[in-house]
């Protein structure tokens, strides 16, 4: 907890004011270097610039302790032209039924789910349009203030991002003979006699499992040699879902998302009670109460 910080800031100036949120943004800025995903050039008339911003959120565990602080620097994407700045967006996404069914087939096979993650996933889309960004605020190079950078890889924010990167790692999967899903486009699958290995992707998150450790072991090897990924171990937390994998059996909770909405309606320390409320309850209009979003 020493290494993070418990604010997390609302504006650019708010974050420069904390080492902490600095050192998160020059990680991210690294990221694009190490990606080769920009290059400085100087701003012409008849260039369409997109602007960008920060986005700035802290990463917390199932006891909402805060673990790790993540700033993004992404594109404002509502300003890119159709046509100009982007053409195809669609991206297939993985369904919450098809990572359901792949924990029980790994349960009904006796073999364990683990996780990885794609660093900075974006950055590895390859762009095919022409697309000129606006420096990072709080980053502008003190020699060239008024250039502007054009995108080799796709940045997030952007329409086509999502696409980009999926085109890109599907196509590094089937070259590694992995079979795509003919109804579920987000998972892949690779025979070799009696073994398979299923990896299930969504976005930068990727759940694989085999019924040879080997596979998986391969996997990793040629994943991390080709994209920049951090392991996570066993697959325990996945779009809101808490995981327990045991030999026999696996147990699914939501322990973190009701929380985390009990927090937001500032009822952490409600009274808890088997029914939310009785069937013969009439209310009435509470003329002194504070006034409610009802959009909420």
Same mark, same amino acid.
């Given at each position: 907890?020493?290494?993070?910080?418990?604010?997390?800031?609302? +504006?650019?100036?708010?974050?420069?004011?904390? &080492?902490?949120?600095?050192?998160?943004?020059?990680?991210?800025?690294?990221?694009?270097?190490?990606?080769?995903?920009?290059?400085?050039?100087?701003?012409?008339?008849?260039?369409?610039?997109?602007?960008?911003?920060?986005?700035?959120?802290?990463?917390?565990?199932?006891?909402?302790?805060?673990?790790?602080?993540?700033?993004?620097?992404?594109?404002?994407?509502?300003?890119?032209?159709?046509?100009?700045?982007?053409?195809?967006?669609?991206?297939?996404?993985?369904?919450?039924?098809?990572?359901?069914?792949?924990?029980?087939?790994?349960?009904?096979?006796?073999?364990?789910?683990?996780?990885?993650?794609?660093?900075?996933?974006?950055?590895?889309?390859?762009?095919? &349009?022409?697309?000129?960004? +606006?420096?990072?605020?709080?980053?502008?190079?003190?020699?060239?203030?008024?250039?502007?950078?054009?995108?080799?890889?796709?940045?997030?924010?952007?329409?086509?991002?999502?696409?980009?990167?999926?085109?890109?790692?599907?196509?590094?999967?089937? +070259?590694?003979?992995?079979?795509?899903?003919?109804?579920?486009?987000?998972?892949?699958?690779?025979?070799?006699?009696?073994?398979?290995?299923?990896?299930?992707?969504?976005?930068?998150?990727?759940?694989?499992?085999?019924?040879?450790?080997?596979?998986?072991?391969?996997?990793?090897?040629?994943?991390?040699? &080709?994209?920049?990924?951090?392991?996570?171990?066993?697959?325990?937390?996945?779009?809101?879902?808490?995981?327990?994998?045991?030999?026999?059996?696996?147990?699914?909770?939501?322990?973190?998302?009701?929380?985390?909405?009990?927090?937001?309606?500032?009822?952490?320390?409600?009274?808890?009670?088997?029914?939310?409320?009785?069937?013969?309850?009439?209310?009435?209009?509470?003329?002194?109460?504070?006034?409610?979003?009802?959009?909420?």
């Amino acid at each position: 907890m020493a290494f993070v910080s418990i604010i997390e800031p609302k +504006s650019i100036n708010e974050a420069l004011k904390d &080492e902490h949120w600095i050192a998160v943004m020059h990680e991210e800025l690294n990221q694009f270097v190490r990606n080769d995903v920009w290059l400085l050039v100087p701003r012409t008339d008849h260039m369409n610039v997109i602007g960008t911003k920060w986005v700035f959120k802290n990463k917390s565990d199932d006891t909402r302790v805060i673990t790790r602080n993540k700033a993004r620097l992404v594109a404002k994407g509502y300003n890119q032209e159709e046509g100009i700045d982007y053409d195809k967006t669609f991206a297939p996404v993985a369904r919450l039924e098809v990572v359901r069914l792949l924990l029980a087939f790994s349960c009904m096979n006796g073999f364990k789910l683990f996780q990885m993650d794609v660093k900075s996933v974006f950055l590895n889309g390859i762009v095919n &349009e022409e697309i000129f960004v +606006s420096q990072p605020p709080g980053f502008e190079d003190h020699l060239y203030p008024k250039h502007v950078y054009k995108l080799k890889k796709a940045l997030y924010g952007l329409k086509q991002m999502p696409r980009q990167w999926y085109e890109r790692l599907s196509n590094f999967m089937l +070259s590694h003979n992995y079979e795509r899903g003919k109804i579920e486009k987000t998972l892949f699958i690779k025979k070799s006699n009696f073994v398979v290995i299923m990896v299930q992707i969504y976005v930068d998150d990727i759940i694989f499992g085999s019924t040879n450790d080997k596979l998986c072991e391969e996997f990793v090897t040629v994943m991390q040699g &080709e994209f920049e990924m951090s392991m996570m171990g066993e697959h325990s937390f996945f779009l809101g879902l808490h995981v327990k994998q045991s030999k026999k059996d696996i147990f699914l909770n939501q322990s973190k998302y009701w929380k985390d909405i009990l927090k937001r309606f500032e009822m952490e320390n409600c009274k808890e009670v088997s029914t939310q409320m009785p069937t013969n309850c009439y209310m009435d209009a509470d003329a002194v109460g504070v006034i409610m979003d009802q959009t909420i």
